[in-house]
């Protein structure tokens, strides 16, 4: 059984860091792309980041480019989210999820929290992080 299990999340003041992580059980993390998400209270889901199986392919959302590093450690089979320069708009639930694989195409080409693929793949439960003025 694949299971994705979140942590780190907590209460910063604005420009601090945090990292959070995710353990992936049940399946081998080098063999999977691991996408990064966040809901706010009130909003959609949003994608943050997207790794795929090549440590090269990585992609962020505009709103977190050169803030936020995503970091993976296949003998821990652990994704990292580390999270700098902190701001109050990035408050919200973050969620690691991954498509197993699925998604046809290049990996994170359609990484979305609708996208078929990765909205029936397996996700986390979920860490807070409150970003604080």
Known sequence: QVQLVESGGGSVHVGGS??????????TLEYYSIG????APGKERE?????????ENVQYSDSV???????????????YLQMDDLKPDDTAVYYCATDLGAAPGPDCAHYSPIYYYWK????????????SS
């Open 18 to 27: 945090l990292r959070i992580s995710c353990v992936v059980s049940g399946v």
């Open 36 to 39: 990064w998400f966040r809901q």
């Open 120 to 131: 029936n793949g397996v996700w986390g439960q979920g860490t807070q992080v409150t970003v």
């Open 47 to 55: 994608g943050v980041c997207c790794l795929g199986r090549s440590d």
């Open 65 to 79: 480019k050169d803030r936020f590093t995503v970091i993976r450690d296949n003998a821990k089979n652990t994704v």
